[in-house]
């Protein structure tokens, strides 16, 4: 049994994660590998420390993660992490928790996430990622070889954040990896106003949550939603980590356990030193 760390590479700047990371694989070289599959440059010291590949920077996280599967040759029982760049990393002591809850479980976050009480994959996206899919259903966007699984119409989802899934890798295989398809891989470009947006003005939530909730409906169908579960039942935190808001600790979703970090205020959209 291997593990495996599949770092979405994008704000390259959280010394926790970095050296975290770094220290795990040197002094567990015959069990954990990291691969950071980065949408953008890397920095020197993620080219200098880590095995890692530069990819079209399209699908958001998922399209990162899809792109490492592909790119790297895993077997069934590695246990796989795949994260943000931007997890405040408190502990690893996560990774024995999730060892064992892989027996019961299929799918595993490191916090509660926001369920969806009727998501329709048959719903029309009128302003699509790229032109060619204007006026197409959400269901347009999965692969070919995987529309099958979004026969159940309508459902109610529970849901993982895609800044931390924890899976077995036969278990990736069962839902035929992670959508979207590479027709809809596209990257956001800025505006006028120097903010990234996708086609139509479209935020970066737009996509960062259409995407997930593609992937979110094959665990709910093939694994149920019992074989779901977290960390932790706080969202964005953790005793192990804390998930940034684009690539901010935000003041609204309190970090626990950790002093001396940069917090985002996001009614003043200021920044302020988090010291106790």
């Known amino acids: 049994m291997k593990i495996q760390f599949i770092v979405c590479g994008w704000h390259m700047n959280r010394k ?15 069990t954990v590998d990291v691969f950071w599959s980065c949408h953008r440059e890397p920095t020197n010291e993620i080219k200098e420390k880590f095995d890692y590949k530069l990819f079209f920077n399209g699908g958001e996280e998922y399209g990162a993660y899809q792109q490492a599967i592909k790119h790297l040759d895993l077997k069934d029982d590695t246990i796989c992490f795949f994260l943000h760049d931007d997890l405040v990393l408190k502990s690893f002591d996560f990774i024995p928790l999730c060892i064992e809850s892989l027996k019961t479980h299929k799918v595993i976050g490191n916090c509660m996430n926001y369920g969806e009480n009727s998501y329709n994959p048959n719903k029309v996206i009128e302003v699509g990622i790229k032109e060619e899919f204007d006026n197409k259903t959400r269901l347009d966007y999965v692969m070919d070889e995987n529309k099958h699984f979004f ?43 120097g903010t990234y947006v996708y086609r139509g003005n479209k935020g970066m939530s737009s996509w ?21 579960g977290y960390l932790s039942n706080t969202y964005l935190d953790s005793k192990y980590i804390y998930e940034c808001a684009r690539g901010n600790v935000v003041s609204d979703h309190p970090i626990t356990d950790v ?11 200021t920044f302020y030193l988090k010291e106790d």
Request: with cysteine; net charge negative.
């Open 151 to 193: 026969n159940n119409g309508i459902i109610p989802l529970k849901t993982v954040r895609p800044s931390f899934v924890c899976m077995m890798y036969s278990s990736v295989k069962e839902i035929g990896g992670f959508e979207p398809r590479e027709d809809a891989y596209e990257y956001p470009r800025k505006n006028e106003e």
């Open 16 to 30: 926790s994660l970095i050296d975290g990371l770094y220290e795990l694989k040197e002094q567990n070289k015959d």
């Open 259 to 269: 002093s001396n970090i940069m917090v985002k205020d996001v009614k003043t959209q």
């Open 208 to 228: 960062g949550n259409e995407f997930p909730a593609l992937n979110n409906y094959k665990f709910n169908v093939v694994f149920g939603a019992d074989k779901i």
